[in-house]
């Protein structure tokens, strides 16, 4: 009877010390989750201001309304564009890569339900992250896999379209934070009508961007018209139409 007693109190013991152990692992795996969202922050924020170098001169600062003016002047040709229509490309330009992050997105995380925290940049450590079991460390293979030939099956079909993912993931990011996205995305007006006709955007672009930028933002246009085509949506889709979280 003593020997049960014994082996019933080491056994309790042993579960005692599993569950504390298991409940500092997943602290543990929280706090370094933190860390290295961290990180990746600090290491946006270094490439964004890297980028504003190449794109803005060093010492000119954020444009105002006046100093759209300058920018709105065609390079070839010379002539003057109207600075509210610049603004308004610029803001659709930001929309256009919102909506390209969203679809890479959604297109490899189809289990999720909310993609906040999911950024393009760094799908491969998210991947990871998503197939670990925060408490036992277990890796799910099945879906890691499914996970990863999703990523590399779309990273093959855009860089067709010469898309760089070392290169257009922070691009996209640089510009939804420069020029932000459009305010009336579910509004059924005759601009976002024409913002759905490629070859409407693509002029306007060509039009109205720095000439610095514009092949990288046709680039991640002719992306969204690729996705446009596979899943059969318009170019900017509504925040329902996708994943609840966008």
Known sequence: MENTNTYSCDEEAFNMESS???????????????????????????????????????????????????????????????????????????????????????????EQQRLYGYRVPYIKEKIIEVTTSPTTGKVDEKLRSELYQRYNHIMDELRKLGYNPAVHPHFTEYMVNTYGITKDRNARTKDLSSYNDPQYLNKMITECMSSDIVKDIIIILNCL??????????????????????
């Open 20 to 110: 504390r152990l298991l409940a500092e692992n997943a602290q543990l795996r929280k706090m370094m989750g933190l860390m290295q969202e961290n990180v990746e922050l600090r290491c946006v924020l270094k490439d964004h201001e890297r980028k504003a170098q190449i794109i803005t001169p060093p010492g000119q600062h954020k444009k105002d309304h006046n100093d759209l003016k300058e920018e709105a002047k065609m390079v070839n040709s010379g002539t003057q564009i109207d600075p509210e229509k610049v603004k308004k490309c610029q803001r659709i330009v930001g929309e256009i890569a919102f909506q390209l992050d969203r679809r890479i997105l959604c297109a490899i995380f189809l």
């Open 225 to 246: 018209v690729y996705f446009a085509r596979e899943d059969g949506k318009s170019l900017l889709i509504s925040p329902s139409s996708s994943h609840s979280s966008v």
